[in-house]
């Protein structure tokens, strides 16, 4: 799949993920402003495909900087050490795979306060909201909350661990 992902263009990544904001703001749309099924659908639509194409733009241009000249079928491997699996063997395969992760922590250490933050108010807003106006903001209340601890508790703790694990010497 990341080799497929390495090649295509960013319209086809947004195809790809838009089908879970759009059903998400379709569904909240329906239950917690219980509009029509017609406005749903269409503004789940609507915003899936808005969604999806920001983030398939977004996602399509980090993964081309982190592939840089690499071709898809290599880029894909090293992707792969990088995330899971054995760690390889080859100590070239090895270090850049690394390299790879270490760019990725980076990433996510730079993006954990601003998604603390982020996450945080999004919180704070689905709690009102379900106190006030709809008990099914509780489900974003629940999302929001799930997505603040990866963000800032297991996804940079995964990834400080699998660089552990690529870092140390074979044996």
Do not use: K
């Amino acid at each position: 799949m990341t080799g497929w992902l390495a090649r295509a263009r960013w319209w086809q990544v947004g195809l790809l993920v838009a089908p879970l904001p759009g059903t998400v703001f379709g569904l909240m749309e329906r239950f917690a402003r219980d509009e029509s099924w017609t406005h749903a659908v269409a503004f789940g639509a609507v915003t899936g495909l808005l969604c999806g194409g920001i983030v398939g733009a977004i996602a399509q241009t980090r993964l081309q900087e982190d592939a840089g000249d690499l071709p898809p079928e290599t880029y894909a491997r090293l992707d792969r050490a990088a995330r899971r699996g054995p760690v390889p063997g080859d100590p070239d395969e090895r270090a850049a795979a690394l390299d790879l992760l270490l760019g990725r922590l980076s990433a996510v250490r730079a993006s954990r306060t601003p998604s603390a933050v982020l996450m945080s108010g999004l919180l704070l807003f689905t709690v009102a909201a379900a106190v006030t106006r709809s008990p099914w903001w509780w489900v974003g209340t629940a999302v929001c909350a799930v997505l603040l601890v990866l963000a800032v508790r297991v996804v940079p703790r995964r990834l400080e661990r699998r660089a552990g694990q690529l870092a140390e010497p074979p044996g």
